[in-house]
């Protein structure tokens, strides 16, 4: 099965973008849906945050607040990396379940709808990496906009993530979301399509001959590690 990793900046429009697949019974795996997940009332993920960052950060139904958790660690990079230690490894966790569901089921691809894709270890694993793109302006409109934020706010909340600019250099494929709604249906009907071909017969025989499935994947992290080695030189010898 060919899994593709989908990401972004804050607000170039995954979400979107992963919604759209839906529409076409792309079988998604969603990183911020399953962080939502994990720290649940009762979770070992909540009572993990609630040690660190106190009773000021859960709201009196027990759940987590996220507003109050969010103007913390988008402020502050050590809180920020103590909250992404205590829920990374859960939800990577989960991904990796669903993915091998979405194995058993026989599809052909998946996508795993993933914020920090490029920032953590998980760009390595997926087969393709398709990042969604618009300038960093567009970016900070459409986050203002979408969180009712002041610019101040936006600003924090981008600058804790790769600049997009970066996140480009890691990509197969670039959805450019710099346009319209239509035009952006467009470019995911297209992948659709492209998927479709590429994943070709031998998602057939990987589910039916497993080694074969894991020799490939294993194949294509090879491959995606040495062509990334390959850029960074060429960027290294640009200076
Ligand atoms: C801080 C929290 C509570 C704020 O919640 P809130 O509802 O306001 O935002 P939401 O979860 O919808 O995230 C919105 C976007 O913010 C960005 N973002 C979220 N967490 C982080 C982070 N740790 N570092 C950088 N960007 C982040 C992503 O682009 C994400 O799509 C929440 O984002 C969180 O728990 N973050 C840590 C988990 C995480 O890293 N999630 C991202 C996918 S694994
Ligand atoms: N082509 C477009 N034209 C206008 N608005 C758009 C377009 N694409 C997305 N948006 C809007 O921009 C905002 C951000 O999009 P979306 O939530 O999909 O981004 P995201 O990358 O998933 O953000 P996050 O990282 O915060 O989860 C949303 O309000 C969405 O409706």
């Known amino acids: 099965m060919l899994v593709i990793g989908l990401t972004g900046g804050i607000s170039t429009g995954k979400s979107t973008v992963s919604t759209l697949f839906k529409t076409h019974n792309v079988p998604i795996v969603d990183a911020d849906v399953i962080a939502r997940e994990v720290v649940q009332p009762g979770s070992p993920g909540l009572a993990k945050i609630k040690t660190i960052f106190g009773d000021e950060v859960i709201q009196e139904d027990g759940s987590l607040d996220r507003k109050k958790l969010g103007s913390i660690i988008f402020n ?15 939800v990577r966790k989960e991904m990796l379940w669903q993915v091998v569901r979405y194995w058993l089921r026989g599809e052909k691809y998946c996508i795993l709808d993933v914020p920090l894709l490029i920032e953590g270890p998980l760009w390595k694993m997926v087969g ?3 990042v969604v793109y618009c300038s960093e302006e567009l970016q900070l409109q459409r986050l203002m906009l979408r969180d009712n934020s002041s610019r101040e706010d936006a600003l924090s909340r981008l600058r804790s993530q790769l600049p997009i600019t970066e996140k480009v250099a ?3 494929i670039v959805i450019d979301n710099s346009g319209t709604r239509p035009e952006l249906e467009q470019q995911v009907q297209s ?12 998602w057939r025989l990987s589910w039916l001959f497993p080694p074969y499935g894991v020799a490939s994947a294993a194949g294509l992290v090879l491959w995606r590690f040495l062509r990334r080695r390959k850029t960074k030189q060429k960027q290294r010898l640009r200076g």
Not at 76 to 90: G, W
Not at 191 to 202: I, M, N, P, Q
């Open 191 to 202: 992948l659709v399509e492209r998927f479709d071909k590429e994943a070709g017969w031998s």
């Open 170 to 172: 890691y990509a197969d």
């Open 128 to 130: 393709k990496v398709v």
């Open 76 to 90: 502050d990079p050590h809180k920020r990396k103590q909250l992404n230690n205590i829920v990374h490894p859960a």
